[in-house]
């Protein structure tokens, strides 16, 4: 059997390193993007992960990622759009560079690298129907409940939702698209106790699930052939604000 192939952009911290791990325990080749260079980033190199340096802010980002990538694999058989910034509205306000870079690296450069990709490396339509490929954006459940104070990240998440329909279209038969749009998933270190315990206590399942979550449900979009054009929440359900 051929050793299946998964990119996942952002792997330096939290879900990107946790979704990396999980893949390099599962025996799949798995190439991951990075700005920074960490120890985390480091580790995973040491386990077997390839790594492609790449700033997704930048223009062009996406073409040149697809070119490297290519280079180090002849399939892909999952492509994970994860790498994200959360500036609110306020530094936004301060410097307005910054709602530019998130829809460069939510929006423009993850579309110009599926299209790139798509050409570097193509995949055929199966005599079975299904796909050969799956491409994955995170997005985020904020965008249906709303954020007064990340109206740009909450846009630009939802310019990139706002795509799935069509590339799913543009991509039929061989590629699928989904997206899997959380609410909270981990705490930053700063956030204080109240701040926690604020956050918990709106969620209908008032735990921290951590990025394992994220984890489980890229396995079942992976396993299940017909889901497409899916954008799968993973909030506990219903918000009480
Ligand atoms: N965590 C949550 O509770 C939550 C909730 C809703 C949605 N989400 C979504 O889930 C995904 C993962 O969340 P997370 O909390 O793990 O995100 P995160 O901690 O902010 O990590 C994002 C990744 O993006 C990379 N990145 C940032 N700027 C970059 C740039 N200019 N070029 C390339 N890479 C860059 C970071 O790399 P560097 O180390 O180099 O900065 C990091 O590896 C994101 O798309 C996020 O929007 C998360």
Redesign the pocket.
């Known amino acids: 059997m051929t050793q299946p192939c998964i990119v996942i952009?952002?792997?330096?911290?939290?879900?990107?390193a946790w979704l990396a791990g999980h893949y390099l325990d599962k025996g799949w080749k798995v190439i991951g993007?990075?700005?920074?260079e960490?120890h985390t980033l480091r580790e995973l190199m040491a386990r077997g992960l390839i790594a492609v340096k790449?700033?997704?802010?930048e223009p062009g980002a996406g073409q040149a990622t697809a070119e490297e990538i290519a280079q180090h694999t002849a399939d892909v058989d999952v492509l994970v759009h994860?790498?994200?910034?959360?500036f609110d509205d306020a530094a936004c306000a301060a410097d307005a560079s910054k709602p530019l870079?998130m829809y460069r690296?939510h929006v423009q450069n993850p579309l110009e690298l599926t299209e790139a990709l798509n050409q570097h490396l193509p995949v055929l339509p199966q005599a079975n129907g299904h796909a050969s490929r799956m491409v994955v954006f995170?997005t985020?459940?904020h965008i249906s409940r709303g954020d007064p104070d990340h109206i740009h990240y909450s846009a630009s998440?939802a310019a990139v939702e706002g795509a799935i329909r069509s590339l799913a279209l543009k991509y039929q038969p061989h590629t699928r698209i989904n997206a899997i749009a959380?609410?909270?998933?981990?705490f930053h270190p700063h956030d204080s106790d109240e701040y926690r315990k604020q956050r918990l206590a709106e969620r209908l399942l008032p735990f921290e699930p951590g990025?394992s979550v994220v984890g489980q449900t890229l396995d079942y979009l992976i396993d299940c052939p017909l889901i497409n054009q899916a954008i799968i929440k993973l909030d506990s359900g219903h918000h009480a604000s």
């Open positions: 952009t952002g792997i330096t911290r939290r879900v990107g993007t990075h700005r920074r960490n790449a700033d997704l802010t994860n790498a994200s910034l959360w870079m690296i995170l985020d459940a998440k959380p609410g909270l998933l981990m990025p």
